[in-house]
């Protein structure tokens, strides 16, 4: 018997292949994914150093040390052990580096000094990524040193007036007060209108930034983060009082105006909002004898800092993330300790530098000193987990990323979303 054949293959079952073929490619037009209908989200992330970002991506391994970020890690990286690109997340970013950087989600949209460095943003699109399991567009605008009573002044709290106290202190110092209350004239709300321009200008245009962006789809503001703080906590000329309570209450009500200002200025009267309240060097319930003098400024702040989100309207439409939450207290005590052996290391440095002991012979004695004083997991800790200062979070990508994870899952809940 001859059975006809088509390509090698009997013609029934040819012929059967390309009904299957036929069915498939129909289901799949008829029944798209949800995902692939829905608008873009966009995200706002906004603030000052701290949402710039001062962890060095050398500090990503060093989260298999710590047991809270080490979950987080395997998210972070891809099988092969590179960091992750998102494949649906695209960032703007304005204000980390000189000149507004774009892309595909990944590494390298922290702080540019000395980098390449991770803030919240990465874990926090990451996150958001896979929650949603739709195109997101992440714009974010950062810069160091900026208060909120000055550089973000909401438009509706009106011009920055100096209190009698620094007055006084100008008047004191011979300083010609005229000339400074029109600088800081000039000053106030420079960078809220430099956020706000910067989204708007993004929003107008977002194929230039997101080239996979679908117009027909449109776009959704869906939510604002805000990390922001260490300028208006220290600052005890616009806060005279700080050391009490009610000390700030000045920040929470700009921070309530802010929230206002911006979703007005946004057409978003509900914009879900999330504040990440600093929470540098942990619990102010655990801090140590050394911190204790810090502790009423730190927590008065913390507690003005989370206030908004019991007069927010509507309720339940802003949320606050205590970063506290996130410290690493093992890397940081390693710190402390590392300042105990601090004087001996010197002398050994300095001898070296004065030619009494050659280099090798001084490298070993420092390597003996510090062998003395920690043991082999202790010393991976110290060397490999931390990057900066403690006020940015030790510039640590563990803390960094359970950071950018608590923003994601705060948000998720605003938007109804599950989280994992």
């Known amino acids: ?88 997340t695209w960032i703007s970013s304005i204000g980390s580096s000189n000149e507004e950087k774009t892309g595909r989600l990944t590494v390298g949209f922290g702080a540019s000094a000395n980098g390449p460095k991770i803030g919240p943003e990465f874990m926090f699109g990451l996150a958001m990524e896979s929650m949603l399991d739709e195109p997101i567009l992440i714009i974010k605008t950062a810069w160091g040193g900026k208060s909120l009573h000055t550089d973000f002044r909401p438009p509706s709290a009106g011009a920055y007036e100096f209190n009698d106290a620094q007055l006084a202190t100008i008047k004191k110092q011979g300083k010609d007060i005229e000339q400074i209350k029109t600088e800081k ?24 930034v997101h080239p996979d962006y679908d117009a027909e789809r449109g776009y959704e503001l869906a939510g604002f983060v805000w990390f922001q703080g260490w300028n208006d906590m220290v600052d005890g000329g616009a806060y005279p009082d700080r050391n009490r309570p009610g000390g700030y209450d000045e920040y929470s009500h700009l921070l309530s105006q802010f929230i206002r200002d911006v979703r007005s200025d946004f057409d978003a009267p509900e914009l879900p909002f999330v504040i990440g309240v600093m929470g540098v060097n942990g619990a102010t319930s655990q801090y140590g004898p050394e911190q204790q003098r810090y502790k009423a400024v730190h927590q008065n702040f913390r507690d003005a800092m989370a206030a908004p989100v019991k007069t927010a309207k509507p309720a339940g439409s802003v949320v606050a993330v205590l970063t506290e939450e996130y410290w690493d207290a093992e890397a940081a005590d390693l710190r402390r300790r590392e300042k105990s052996i601090k004087p001996n290391v010197d002398k050994v440095k300095a001898a070296m530098k004065q030619n009494l002991i050659r280099r090798d012979e001084g490298e070993a004695k420092i390597e003996m000193i510090y062998a003395g004083a920690f043991d082999e997991r202790e010393l991976q800790i110290l060397r490999t987990s931390t990057s900066n200062f403690e006020f940015h979070y030790m510039g640590s990508a563990g803390i960094m990323a359970q950071i950018g994870n608590g923003f994601a899952e705060a948000m998720a809940r605003m938007i109804q979303q599950p989280v994992p």
Not at 186 to 193: F, I, K, P, V
Request: charged share 20%; aromatic share 8%; glycine share 4%.
């Open 185 to 208: 004239a000039s000053a106030t709300g420079y960078y809220y209108r430099l956020m706000r321009d910067h989204v708007k200008s993004v929003l107008a245009n977002i194929s230039r």
């Open 1 to 88: 018997m001859t059975v006809l054949t088509y390509r090698g293959l009997p013609c029934w079952f040819a012929t059967l292949l390309l009904v299957i073929s036929f069915a498939a490619m129909n289901c799949t037009a008829q029944e798209p994914r949800d995902s692939d209908n829905k608008p873009l989200k966009v995200f706002i992330l906004a603030g000052q150093s701290n949402m710039q970002g001062h962890a060095h991506v050398r500090t990503i391994e060093a989260m298999r040390l710590n047991a809270k970020a080490a979950p987080l890690l395997d998210r972070m990286l891809n099988a092969d052990g590179r960091y992750r690109t998102c494949e649906k």
